[in-house]
């Protein structure tokens, strides 16, 4: 999702702190330097695998990375700008949950709740907690994919939240480890369900599936309207996100130059719907950046514009936020995950380098 974020200023972190001078382009070879984070969290317990970022309006420098500890007793956990664990905000005991997203400003009652939503693979439900409390606001859990009795059909893995910015509704776009080849994604209305909790209608399912690996990344442009999505091994598929659009595929790209599975996708916005999609290339520790906006007047044309090696170990899921916190992170902050139990934030200028650019520190007034 486009969210907006930024780290508070400090640098407790197994990395230095120094800010490396070269950055990988899309043509640079192998020996091109590796762009190092400027913290590194607290490690999980088991096997972190996505991060999502919460930016508190009140007060920027507390805002929260919520990231996802998958393992069939694993958890949410969740750091502050440091990459300390808060361990009161923590929700352990969940059955491994796989990847998280949030989203502002969900109708419950006469309230408007920012939400993390979790995907809990092993229940065959979504886990919806209030933000920033981490409470549980679900009922036990949504439950998804109902009726579907595929090997794997239900096994959750990826979501991301869409905001209709005219109709302010909020749907959870999901994933599983396996599905038909048409309507591999399950898309979700969440509203209030009068109990002062959420409940979730099926609304959609859209999506086409390769059938070569699986489809674990998603993410939706909440300005722009669209949802872009990793078939592993193939390349990313873009669709509508308002369901008033239609399900036809609008674009299939980075389909060359990866080493094996596409992965985490996360979206970087610039200004006037400009800005950059980036994608990991999972066993190569590398992340290809492509065009927003498309190209050549296309809105569906999306090139790779460059290509960056970080110090992650296998990245599967990652999330970026366009907003200045503080001296360190004028102009935003990208979290990836690695597998040493750790997430890595990184500040946007290293891995924009000279090549791309930054959002203006004066568009950072408002938050939609």
Known sequence: MVRLVLLFLAASSLFSCSRPSQIQTAEATADTLVVTPVIVTDTVQFDTDDPAIWLNPADRSKS???????????????????????????????????????????????????????????????RVFSLPDMQPIDNGGLPVFEGETGNGFRDLMGISLYKNPDTKKIYAVVGRKSGPTDGYLWQYLLEDDGKKGV????????????????????????????????????????????????????????????????????????????????????????????????SNGDPNQHVLLKTVHLSTQESDGSEVIAAPLNDMFQHGLFVAMSTNKTFQYYRWEDIAGSDLKKKSLELHAKLK
Do not use: C, W
């Not at 956990?77 to 796989?98: A, S």
């Not at 390349?235 to 985490?264: C, I, M, P, S, W």
């Open 64 to 126: 929260l990375i919520i990231g996802t500890d998958k393992d069939e007793e694993g958890a949410l956990y969740v750091f502050d700008l440091n990459g300390k664990v808060i361990e009161d905000k923590v929700v352990r005991g969940l059955k491994r949950p796989n990847n998280v997203d949030i989203e502002y400003g969900l109708t419950i009652g006469d309230q408007l709740v920012d939400v993390a939503v979790t995907t809990e693979r092993m229940t065959h439900q979504l």
């Open 199 to 294: 409940k979730a209608t099926l609304v959609r399912k859209f999506g086409q599936y390769s059938g070569t690996k699986e489809i674990e990344s998603i993410a939706v442009d909440d300005e722009l309207g669209f949802v872009y999505y990793s078939d592993e091994g193939v390349g990313v598929r873009k669709y509508y996100a308002d369901t008033e659009k239609g399900n036809e595929q609008l674009a299939l790209f980075g389909t060359k130059g990866f080493t094996q599975d596409h992965e985490g996708i996360s979206i970087y916005p610039v200004d006037q719907g400009t800005g950059y999609i980036l994608v990991s290339d999972q066993q190569s520790n590398r992340f290809h950046i492509f065009s927003r906006e498309g």
